[in-house]
C-alpha cells in the first residue's frame, strides 16, 4: 500500500511560481512511476508529467511542459512539481498518482494510488 499527501498550493498571481509536493508513504514505491496530474472545474483530469521513482526518468506531457518540471528527492521520499509563469489556465486542482506499471504513463485509469489534491489558483 502506498500512500500520496500533497501539498504547496494556493492562490498565486498570474507570473508567479508555485512548488508542490507530493510525500510519498509505504511499501514498494521505489520501483513506481509516479506523475502529476490536474483538473480543472469542467474539465476532464489533464496529465501533466510523469517519473520512475528509482532513476527519475522523466515522461513529460503536452501540457506546460516549458514551465513545469516534474522531479524527486529520494532521501525526503517526495515528488514534487516546479511550476513557473503560471497563467489563469493553470487554476486546478492538482494530484500526484503512483502505480507500479502505468502504461501508459498518461492515462489516469493506469494508476492505482491517487494523493486527495492541492488546489492551485492563478489570479489574473
Known amino acids: 500500500q502506498v500512500r500520496l499527501v500533497e501539498s504547496g498550493g494556493g492562490l498565486v498571481q498570474a507570473g508567479g511560481s508555485l512548488r508542490l509536493s507530493c510525500a510519498v508513504s509505504?511499501?514498494?514505491?521505489?520501483?513506481?512511476?509516479m506523475a502529476w496530474f490536474r483538473q480543472a472545474p469542467g474539465k476532464e483530469r489533464e496529465f501533466i508529467a510523469a517519473i520512475t521513482w528509482i532513476d527519475s526518468i522523466v515522461y513529460p506531457g503536452d501540457s506546460a511542459k516549458d514551465r513545469f518540471v516534474i522531479f524527486r528527492d529520494s532521501a525526503a521520499n517526495t515528488m514534487y512539481l516546479q511550476m513557473d509563469n503560471l497563467i489563469p489556465e493553470d487554476t486546478a486542482l492538482y494530484y500526484c498518482?503512483?502505480?507500479?506499471?502505468?502504461?501508459?504513463?498518461?492515462?489516469?485509469?493506469?494508476?492505482?494510488?491517487w494523493g486527495q489534491g492541492t488546489r492551485v489558483t492563478v489570479s489574473s
Open positions: 498518482a503512483a502505480d507500479p506499471v502505468a502504461i501508459p504513463k498518461s492515462r489516469t485509469e493506469s494508476y492505482n494510488y
Open positions: 509505504g511499501r514498494g514505491f521505489s520501483r513506481y512511476i
